[in-house]
């Protein structure tokens, strides 16, 4: 069976932290692009991170320096180390997997992050 499914998510406190995973099953995940987005109700999707073949990673400019993304080959898991957390970072954090870092196939249900003040 092919699929992602994310875990880690939480209810926190402003300037806490989170860890975020997301396991592959069906997928040697190291040979794909992954990706977190985060969604809140009635506004697009936004990009986080992404984890690219060669160990490139990219960082969405609202998180970059708090967020780290990272890939666990043996685990085949994709993990967002989320610190510093703000009440606008509060959203449903889901995992993309994709043959480049601008095509995505597969997408996992979410997790859900809620910051509070």
């Known amino acids: 069976q092919v699929r992602l499914e994310e875990s880690g998510g939480a209810s926190v406190q402003s300037e806490g932290s989170l860890r975020l995973s997301c396991q592959a099953s069906?997928?040697?995940?190291?040979?794909?692009?992954m990706a977190w987005f985060r969604q809140v109700p009635g506004k697009e999707s936004e990009f986080v991170s992404s984890f690219d073949t060669d160990g490139t990673t990219t960082y969405g400019d609202s998180v970059k320096g708090r967020f780290t993304v990272s890939l666990d080959n043996a685990e085949n898991t994709l993990y967002l180390h989320m610190n510093s957390l703000k009440p606008e970072d509060s959203a449903m954090y889901y995992c993309?997997?994709?043959?480049?870092?601008?095509?995505?196939?597969?997408r996992g249900q979410g997790t859900q992050v809620s910051v509070s003040s």
């Open positions: 069906g997928y040697t995940a190291s040979r794909y692009c």
């Open positions: 993309r997997l994709g043959f480049t870092c601008d095509y995505f196939f597969e």
